[in-house]
């Protein structure tokens, strides 16, 4: 009986030292990725965007515009080249990605893996939607996402990988490939971002602007 007791003493102890070194793991990083840029409140960026459609109407149009960003989690696509129709509606699939300072408050956050070089984090969104859930890369040197993929309720998904530079000490995305399905289209998506222009003064009414 004694022995039965201490064996099991000797397993919640394990069971809480590991729990204890994931927890510090996912907050340390969490916290890094959530300290990046600190200097930077908001930018914007042109784009030059190249779509393949593989489903009708097999469309391949080229777009130019300009993205905004503010902090910590707004997003704006203008396109001002190309096709205007097209231009709105990549816009509108155009994939959100929030600030990882948001994620514990948007997301059910847990650690999937880390092979010492990259961590693999599951996103499950609090609020039931279209989303299922998420799965990003993280590089664990620069604390930077390095690929996502939603995973939709239809059995959709989009991906996306993003390749970075340093703009006055500041890691930003200049370069994104990306592959869409959903229920009768899908396609691929290059874009790449210069120009950049940091913490110009953005209203938060400019985003809610169609």
């Not at 510090?24 to 908001?42: G, K």
């Not at 309720?153 to 994104?176: I, K, P, W």
């Not at 998506?189 to 950049?196: E, I, K, L, N």
Request: hydrophobic share 35%; proline share 6%; no cysteine.
């Amino acid at each position: 009986m004694h022995r039965r007791f201490r064996r099991l003493i000797a397993a919640a102890v394990v069971a809480l030292a590991v729990t204890g070194a994931r927890a510090p793991a996912r907050d340390d990083l969490l916290a890094r990725m959530s300290a990046l840029n600190p200097h930077l409140t908001s930018y914007e960026a042109s784009i030059h965007a190249d779509i393949v459609m593989h489903s009708f109407p097999f469309l391949a149009p080229s777009l130019d515009g300009t993205f905004y960003h503010k902090e910590p989690s707004k997003d704006k696509l203008v396109f001002t080249g190309g096709l205007p129709g097209i231009g709105q509606e990549f816009s509108k699939i155009y994939p959100h990605i929030d600030s990882p300072s948001q994620w514990t408050r948007v997301y059910v956050v847990a650690i999937v893996s880390d092979d010492g070089t990259t961590t693999t984090f599951n996103l499950v969104p609090r609020r039931h939607g279209r989303v299922d859930h998420l799965d990003v890369l993280v590089d664990d040197k620069t604390a930077t996402i390095a690929a996502m993929r939603w995973n939709y309720n239809d059995s959709g998904y989009a991906e996306l990988r993003q390749s970075y530079t340093l703009v006055r000490g500041n890691y930003l995305v200049d370069r994104q490939t990306g592959h869409f399905e959903r229920p009768g289209y899908n396609g691929d998506a290059t874009s790449t971002f210069g120009d950049f222009k940091l913490n110009p003064p953005l209203p938060d009414t400019f985003f809610s602007q169609s």
